[in-house]
């Protein structure tokens, strides 16, 4: 089980705006900007989207978006487009390195 | 164009040992930590380990903590996993990836390479 709990899945329809959830504790996400984000498309190296919790890497559209509330880090996908199915992980750090058990996100 | 290649994955038996290999370029090697990241067919990522900037300190995570060892040679721009005693549970493909702030061995992982696929079956 991981430190880390995400939804098995999210859908939604293109144009829409979906939020994927990470919660933790108050060591891997209430207390520090820890959280990053990762987009996993199968076959593919996986991809750095949002780091300390709301900033985006060079190149990262501004459709993503990361935010937390308490111990609960958020992914927020504006404007879903086709190419944005994937499988999310949240990633903290509290001594050793935690990933969430993955997001699999269905643009329907 | 930072690029990192993995290499040395391929099917193994029980208990016998393989080695990976990391080449990366288009970056000073030698400044950043870099990290091995697996996953397991069907399930999620795993960090594996991370080795500081000079190679003067190593984690692990507790399902390889002892069988497993990171090492990198900054003259030849490479990380590399030593896996022993591999057990089928080991089975996955592993990533390395660099983290992002030089010097520092936590995340973020802002590169990371395409993955090798080891297997490990009688």
């Known amino acids: 089980q991981s430190a880390l709990t995400q939804p098995a899945s999210v859908s939604g329809s293109p144009g829409q705006s979906i939020t994927i959830s990470c919660t933790g504790t108050?060591?891997?996400?209430?207390?520090?900007?820890?959280v990053s984000w990762y987009q996993h498309h199968p076959g593919k190296a996986p991809k750095l989207m949002i780091y300390?919790?709301?900033k985006r890497p060079s190149g990262v559209s501004n459709r993503f978006s990361g935010s937390k509330s308490g111990n609960t880090a958020s992914l927020t996908i504006s404007g879903l487009q086709a190419e944005d199915e994937a499988d999310y992980y949240c990633?903290?750090?509290?001594?050793?390195?935690?990933f969430g058990g993955g997001t699999k996100l269905t643009v329907l | 164009q930072v690029q990192l290649v993995e290499s040395g994955g391929g099917v193994v038996q029980p208990g016998r040992s393989l080695r990976l290999s990391c080449a990366a370029s288009?970056?000073?090697?030698?400044?950043?930590?870099m990290h091995w990241v697996r996953q397991a067919p069907g399930k999620g990522l795993e960090w594996v380990a991370v080795?500081?900037?000079?190679?003067?300190?190593?984690y692990y995570a507790d399902s390889v903590k002892g069988p497993f060892t990171i090492s990198r040679d900054n003259s030849k721009n490479t990380l590399y996993l030593q896996m022993n005693s591999l057990r089928a549970e080991d089975t996955a493909v592993y990533y390395c990836?660099?983290?992002?702030?030089?010097?520092?061995?936590?995340?973020?992982?802002?590169?990371w390479g395409q993955g090798t696929l080891v297997t490990v079956s009688s």
């Open positions: 300390e919790g709301s």
């Open positions: 990633c903290s750090y509290a001594g050793t390195v935690v």
């Open positions: 288009g970056f000073t090697f030698s400044s950043y930590g």
């Open positions: 108050s060591s891997t996400v209430g207390n520090y900007d820890l």
């Open positions: 080795i500081s900037y000079d190679g003067s300190s190593q």
């Open positions: 990836a660099r983290g992002m702030v030089r010097g520092v061995i936590f995340p973020p992982f802002d590169y």
